[in-house]
Protein backbone atom coordinates (compact mmCIF):
# COMPACT_ATOMS: atom_id res chain seq x y z
CA UNK A 1 0.00 0.00 0.00
CA UNK A 2 1.05 3.20 -1.11
CA UNK A 3 0.68 6.61 1.19
CA UNK A 4 1.58 9.72 -0.28
CA UNK A 5 2.55 13.89 1.50
CA UNK A 6 0.93 16.61 -0.42
CA UNK A 7 1.84 20.83 0.54
CA UNK A 8 -1.11 22.97 0.38
CA UNK A 9 -0.98 23.71 -3.58
CA UNK A 10 -0.97 20.22 -3.48
CA UNK A 11 2.06 19.15 -5.15
CA UNK A 12 3.03 15.23 -3.69
CA UNK A 13 6.15 15.82 -1.35
CA UNK A 14 6.88 12.58 -0.18
CA UNK A 15 5.20 8.68 -1.33
CA UNK A 16 5.99 5.51 0.81
CA UNK A 17 5.63 2.38 -0.96
CA UNK A 18 6.87 -0.63 0.56
CA UNK A 19 10.53 -0.89 0.58
CA UNK A 20 11.50 2.68 0.02
CA UNK A 21 10.52 6.68 0.26
CA UNK A 22 10.39 8.84 -2.31
CA UNK A 23 10.69 12.59 -1.40
CA UNK A 24 9.81 15.06 -4.22
CA UNK A 25 11.76 18.57 -4.93
CA UNK A 26 10.06 20.16 -7.84
CA UNK A 27 11.15 18.50 -10.59
CA UNK A 28 13.54 16.14 -8.50
CA UNK A 29 13.69 13.20 -6.33
CA UNK A 30 15.60 10.99 -3.77
CA UNK A 31 14.46 8.02 -3.33
CA UNK A 32 15.60 6.23 -0.09
CA UNK A 33 15.52 2.33 0.24
CA UNK A 34 13.68 1.63 3.58
CA UNK A 35 14.42 -2.11 3.74
CA UNK A 36 18.29 -1.92 3.79
CA UNK A 37 20.53 -2.94 6.56
CA UNK A 38 23.15 -0.90 5.15
CA UNK A 39 24.34 2.16 6.86
CA UNK A 40 23.67 4.75 5.94
CA UNK A 41 20.56 3.83 3.50
CA UNK A 42 20.96 3.49 -0.34
CA UNK A 43 19.83 6.97 -1.68
CA UNK A 44 19.43 7.30 -5.56
CA UNK A 45 18.68 11.04 -6.82
CA UNK A 46 17.23 11.69 -10.48
CA UNK A 47 16.54 14.92 -11.86
CA UNK A 48 14.21 15.45 -14.53
CA UNK A 49 14.81 17.85 -17.27
CA UNK A 50 12.58 19.04 -20.63
CA UNK A 51 14.22 17.77 -23.62
CA UNK A 52 15.60 20.96 -25.32
CA UNK A 53 16.04 22.69 -21.74
CA UNK A 54 19.41 23.06 -19.50
CA UNK A 55 19.74 21.94 -16.36
Request: proline share 7%.
Amino acid sequence: MSTFVYDADGNQLVRRNPGKTTLTFGTDELIVDTVSTATPKPQTGIRLVPYGAEA
